[in-house]
Every structure is written in structure tokens, then in C-alpha cells.
């Protein structure tokens, strides 16, 4: 079954009287519990695919239907109410919310899920990613890979049937990038959770099922083992 279907998506960016088409009438299909990384150079347009696959933008045309919403179709606070109950969501610059600790940030998607016993599942999930101890800790007092843990432990509190990973290793040494890819590909693999990554890193894209190149606005795909 597909759980993300891009059909005909092009997306212009209007700034004063000039236009720039990032994206120029692309397909995706992928199915549930598949790995895809989206690969290009520099400012190809992945950001803007990832964010429109995950409801964070809009499609100028073209449709972008996510398990089985037609994202287009939804107001800003149905595609928000989407985003924190079917999507996790992990950035390269971690986008933790600083005035909570780390326990805090995990605590704030189960919360808005109304789940019980948040503080205790979201010891769990910072348990998980190896941050037990790091609980009362606010971001500024974390390492950039704890921080990057933290924001998969927060992802991984929405039971997410989909995960967006915007360059998730792009700011970490490579012992800790390996880290965070270990936890994500964990969840592709025993939750079944699909994976949708940007990356820049080819060792990072080799490890997911299919790898889409952006190009000119348009995509091309290489099928590997
Ligand atoms: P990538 O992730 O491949 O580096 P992006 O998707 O971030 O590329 O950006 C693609 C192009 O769109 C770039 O030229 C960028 O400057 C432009 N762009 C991105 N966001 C906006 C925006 N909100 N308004 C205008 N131009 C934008």
C-alpha cells in the first residue's frame, strides 16, 4: 500500500516579480515501511520535497497524498493535527524547543496525543536513545548529538507510520551520526516505520531501499539492491 503518493507536484517560489520553479511536475510513490533518500546538490529543492511530502508546505500544483489524505486538501490545523499524530519529523539543526529540558521536549507529542502516563513513556523513550540520565537537561546543556537523540526520542513518541529526516546526521561526527542512523533505521526496520531522508551523505543513502536524485526539478531514480 502507498503511504506517500506525489502526483504532478510543482512548486514556484515568487519573490517581487521574479519566480524560481524549485520543483517541475514530479512523481513519488512509496510504499509503507519502504526507506527512500532523497539526494541532489545544494539547493536542488529536497528541503522543499521533504516539506511538502510532510504537510510543512505547499504544492503550487499537484497533489501530495499522504496515508490516504490528500494533503491539499486540508486546512493549516487539519495538516497540523496530521503532522503531530502520523509524522515524525527530525532536522538537521535538531529544532528542539529550548526553554524545556529534554524530558520536556519528548513529554510535549504525547501530550498533544492526550496519552497517558506522558512523563513515564517519555523516560522510556529518552531510555531508548540511550539519554536516561540526561532527562533534566535543557538543550543548550546537550551535545549536538544528544540533542539529535532527544528529537528521535521526540519523533518516536508520535508513533510515527512516516519519518521526514532532513539531513539528521549533516551536523555530528561520524561516531555519533552512526548512532542516530542506527536508531532510525531500527525504527524502518522492527516498528516498520517508512523513512523518507534528505542527505548529501552517499553512505548515508546507500543504506535506504531506493535513492531519488533532484536535478533541474526533476527526479530521477536509482534502484539498488
Ligand atoms: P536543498 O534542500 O536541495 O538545498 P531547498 O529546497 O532548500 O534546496 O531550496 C531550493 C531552492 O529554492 C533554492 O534556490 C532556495 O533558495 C529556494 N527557496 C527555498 N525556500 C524558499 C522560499 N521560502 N522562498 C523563496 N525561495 C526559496
Given at each position: 500500500?502507498?503511504?506517500?503518493?506525489?502526483?504532478?507536484?510543482?512548486?514556484?517560489?515568487?519573490?517581487?516579480?521574479?519566480?524560481?520553479?524549485?520543483?517541475?511536475?514530479?512523481?513519488?510513490?512509496?510504499?509503507?515501511?519502504?526507506?527512500?533518500?532523497?539526494?541532489?546538490?545544494?539547493?536542488?529543492?529536497?528541503?522543499?520535497?521533504?516539506?511538502?511530502?510532510?504537510?510543512?508546505?505547499?504544492?503550487?500544483?499537484?497533489?501530495?497524498?499522504?496515508?490516504?489524505?490528500?494533503?491539499e486538501k486540508l486546512t493549516e490545523d487539519e495538516r497540523a493535527a496530521l503532522r503531530s499524530q502520523e509524522i515524525g519529523?527530525?532536522?538537521?539543526?535538531?529544532?528542539?524547543?529550548?526553554?524545556?529540558?529534554?524530558?520536556?521536549?519528548?513529554?510535549?507529542?504525547?501530550?498533544?496525543?492526550?496519552?497517558?502516563?506522558?512523563?513515564?513513556?517519555?523516560?522510556?523513550?529518552?531510555?531508548?536513545?540511550?539519554?536516561?540520565?540526561?532527562?533534566?537537561?535543557?538543550?543548550?546543556?546537550?551535545?549536538?548529538?544528544?540533542?539529535?537523540?532527544?528529537?528521535?526520542?521526540?519523533?518516536?513518541?508520535?508513533?510515527?507510520?512516516?519519518?521526514?529526516?532532513?539531513?539528521?546526521?549533516?551536523?555530528?561526527?561520524?561516531?555519533?551520526?552512526?548512532?542516530?542512523?542506527?536508531?532510525?533505521?531500527?525504527?524502518?526496520?522492527?516498528?516498520?516505520?517508512?523513512?523518507?531522508?534528505?542527505?548529501?551523505?552517499?553512505?548515508?543513502?546507500?543504506?535506504?531501499?531506493?535513492?531519488?536524485?533532484?536535478?533541474?526539478?526533476?527526479?530521477?531514480?536509482?534502484?539498488?539492491?
Amino acid at each position: 500500500m502507498a503511504i506517500l503518493n506525489v502526483v504532478d507536484v510543482s512548486k514556484i517560489y515568487q519573490s517581487g516579480t521574479r519566480s524560481l520553479t524549485v520543483l517541475d511536475q514530479v512523481n513519488l510513490h512509496i510504499e509503507a515501511g519502504d526507506s527512500l533518500a532523497i539526494v541532489g546538490p545544494s539547493g536542488s529543492g529536497k528541503t522543499t520535497l521533504l516539506g511538502l511530502c510532510a504537510g510543512l508546505d505547499q504544492a503550487s500544483t499537484g497533489s501530495v497524498q499522504l496515508n490516504g489524505h490528500r494533503l491539499e486538501k486540508l486546512t493549516e490545523d487539519e495538516r497540523a493535527a496530521l503532522r503531530s499524530q502520523e509524522i515524525g519529523f527530525i532536522f538537521q539543526n535538531f529544532q528542539l524547543l529550548p526553554t524545556l529540558t529534554a524530558l520536556e521536549n519528548v513529554m510535549v507529542p504525547l501530550e498533544l496525543r492526550k496519552k497517558k502516563h506522558v512523563r513515564q513513556k517519555a523516560i522510556e523513550l529518552l531510555e531508548k536513545v540511550g539519554l536516561g540520565d540526561r532527562a533534566s537537561h535543557y538543550p543548550t546543556q546537550l551535545s549536538g548529538g544528544e540533542q539529535q537523540r532527544v528529537s528521535i526520542a521526540r519523533a518516536f513518541a508520535n508513533e510515527p507510520k512516516i519519518l521526514f529526516a532532513d539531513e539528521p546526521t549533516g551536523n555530528l561526527d561520524t561516531e555519533t551520526g552512526e548512532m542516530v542512523e542506527d536508531l532510525i533505521f531500527d525504527l524502518n526496520k522492527a516498528s516498520g516505520t517508512t523513512l523518507v531522508l534528505v542527505t548529501h551523505d552517499a553512505d548515508l543513502a546507500a543504506k535506504t531501499n531506493r535513492i531519488v536524485h533532484i536535478k533541474g526539478g526533476k527526479i530521477q531514480e536509482n534502484q539498488h539492491a
